[in-house]
């Protein structure tokens, strides 16, 4: 049974810093997705992963894969305050079909 | 532009009453979800459907039925709800093993 672990569940940051999220997984896992969530607001897809050492980059943020250590991360670059959201990770692997496991999610708060 | 939607975005209900939370989706994609979130949970899949007349059980499906007569719509129903079913409820679609997509979620409350 596939789980999904994100760490931190909460990160406090100042405007400028870089942070990385952590999200690990407990069984193969075939695909990995990072979703944002604005408070009150539906869930935004950021990244897909599909392979082993997939990196991809969009503004400040940076999802990568590893497989072989079961371990996505979401590195955040010079935080600003729009970054401020919560961040899931999902897991999903062929033979689960095509759902998804979700991680608890990351609240993630940019300080000026 | 294609679309999810949900409705009702908010609802308020009694315990054990039957409630039903639409979810419709103008992609015609194959694959729909429901989800439910709570706060330190992430999100919980409760039933989801890979093509009309299908529908199988979630994680946490104890007390929710869906259907799926058609594409565009799988319709969540409550058959008597419990206070411990209050919570935002996100439906999702998706075409094959791709990117699901969430719409704006309901919220609803049981007193």
């Known amino acids: 049974e596939l789980k999904v672990e994100q760490n931190p569940l909460f990160l406090s940051m100042q405007e400028g810093k870089n942070y990385t999220i952590y999200c690990n997984y407990s069984?193969?896992?075939?695909?990995l997705y990072w979703y944002r969530q604005d408070p009150g607001k539906s869930l935004e897809s950021l990244f897909v992963?599909?392979?082993?050492?997939a990196v991809k980059q969009e503004g400040r943020l940076m999802a990568s894969l590893d497989t072989k250590a079961r371990l996505s991360t979401l590195h955040i670059t010079a935080a600003v305050h729009d970054l401020s959201a919560t961040y899931f990770c999902?897991?999903?692997?062929?033979?689960?079909?095509?759902?998804?496991?979700f991680g608890a999610g990351t609240i993630l708060r940019v300080k000026s | 532009d294609a679309e999810i939607t949900q409705s009702p975005r908010h609802k308020i209900t009694e315990t054990g009453r039957q409630v039903t939370l639409a979810c419709h989706q103008t992609w015609n994609h194959n694959n729909m979800f429901w989800y439910r979130q709570d706060l330190g949970h992430g999100l919980r899949l409760i039933h989801y459907?890979?093509?009309?007349?299908?529908?199988n059980k979630g994680e946490v499906s104890d007390g929710y039925s869906v259907s799926r007569s058609n594409t565009e719509d799988l319709p969540l129903t409550l058959e008597s709800a419990a206070s411990s079913q209050t919570s935002v409820y996100f439906c999702?679609?998706?075409?094959?093993?791709?990117?699901?997509?969430f719409g704006p979620g309901t919220r609803l409350t049981v007193l």
């Open positions: 459907s890979y093509g009309v007349q299908d529908t």
């Open positions: 069984t193969t896992s075939d695909r």
């Open positions: 992963l599909l392979s082993n050492g």
């Open positions: 999902a897991g999903g692997y062929m033979e689960y079909g095509n759902k998804l496991v």
């Open positions: 999702a679609s998706s075409e094959n093993s791709d990117t699901q997509y």
